[in-house]
């Protein structure tokens, strides 16, 4: 436990708050707030999200809650729809592949917006904002697999952005990543690439602003986070797995790191992914896709590209850092009692390490990524989209029956 602030001011997990519910039902009566979960239909057949949707009963003054579904039939649809009955607040669910949907989004194309994203949670997501902040002001998001949800998590992510006295605009998660079964140290991808990669590039191209903030993140790549409507309305939105770092660098871009804030919610535990027996899959895939967005992040915040010879140099550090890294882990579990396999956690700094000059020399051929525009980008060309999409989303359940 500790009790250190920097440049992301961060709410610590102390043990000694208990509920906040009140707290939270009372302030959410004076800023309307949505709570948006995007989803495949497969979370349905899962336990985690009926435990997500127990826990969300309780907040009984919460605006809207925004299911951003994708799903293979209507008859998933209406499933998913009777699992949210009953909830004490208007739930919205929006089916963001449906045949109405696509057809408006694809309809988008002759104002030369390109809306049609990649199937996957960065295009949920798009369209969640665009549904959400239609009647809330404040949004906060979770995904549809922690196994771990309890009345903290809403709690904290919200309450600091209801308070407008310390003029917070966006806040993001950190936890403790354990297997809930094995207790092990979970969070591959944060603990072996993204940490040993932010501490490359400080030591390659120097602690410029934009390395600082990342660093400042105790879980850059957390799923759950939280943000004001303006905010929300201004943002890019990536459509790969380098969602959360392409969304803090939208954000680094939108507001000063004195409108932000991370918040520990202790322990974590949700679905896990392999590591993948090549770069087109597992954690692999994602951390190829990560590393896009990092390098991305350099050239749009701080006007930096790695030459040849610095990814030499990378591909060198990366790998001596990482190890120093598996070590560390080794004496935190060690002393603390929890399984570490130390020879899997070296094979995967190794596999991670050999991504970096492949992924990087991809990257740099062909920088630009899709993201898709920001709804305030959008509603400039077209006021009405916002509204249009949450017909759209629920057009199709309405007017089909299940067979």
Known sequence: ?????????????????????????????????????????????????????????????LNELVIALSAKSVDQVKSAE??????????????????????LLKFQEKNGLELLGTPGKGWAVWQGIGVATRKSDVVALFDADIRTFNNLYPSKMILPLLDDSYGISYVKAFYSRLSLETNELQGRATRLFVGPLLASLEQLVGKGPFIQYLQSFRYPLAGEFAFTKDLAMNLRIPCDWGLEIGLLSEVYRNVRTSKIAQVDLGLFDHKHKIIGCSSKEGLQRMCTEILSSVLRGLMEHQAETLTNTQLSTLEVLYKRVGEDRVKQFGLDSAINKIPYDRHEEELSVQKFAKLLRPATKNFLESPATQQLPSWSRVLSCEEKLQEDLAIAGLKDIKNTKIK
Request: with cysteine; charged share 25%; net charge positive.
């Open 1 to 61: 436990m500790d009790f250190q602030q920097g440049l992301i001011t961060t709410i610590h997990e102390y043990g000694l708050t208990q509920d906040l519910l009140k707290q939270l039902n009372k302030k959410l009566k004076k800023k309307p707030t949505a709570i948006l979960i995007p989803c495949l239909y497969e979370e349905f057949e899962r336990p985690a999200l009926k435990d997500i949707r127990e826990v969300l009963k309780n907040l009984s003054s």
């Open 82 to 103: 009777k699992f949210f009955d009953s909830m004490p607040f208007p739930v919205h669910l929006q089916w963001t592949n449906s045949p109405s949907v696509i057809e």
